[in-house]
């Protein structure tokens, strides 16, 4: 674990393996994300708590947006 200036914490991730086999894994995450939004879809009263708590959690500071470079086309 890494403390950053901001206060921050970073923690390394665990891997068994290359992390260069995680590109593997890209589009079934792809899949996962889709199939959610199908499922959101259908409950909206869902997709609200939803909306709700990840903005909450962002306010909290608990998490940020990536930075436009380091996301994957």
Do not use: P
């Not at 891997?15 to 199908?38: D, G, N, P, T």
Request: with cysteine; aromatic share 6%.
């Amino acid at each position: 674990m890494i403390k950053r200036e901001t206060g921050a914490c970073s923690v390394r991730l665990a891997v068994k393996h290359s992390v260069e086999l995680l590109a593997e894994s890209y589009a079934q995450a792809l899949r996962w994300i889709h199939s959610i939004e199908r499922t959101l879809d259908r409950h909206v009263n869902l997709r609200t708590k939803c909306a709700s708590f990840i903005k909450e959690y962002l306010e909290l500071g608990h998490m940020s947006w990536v930075a436009q470079e380091l996301r994957v086309s």
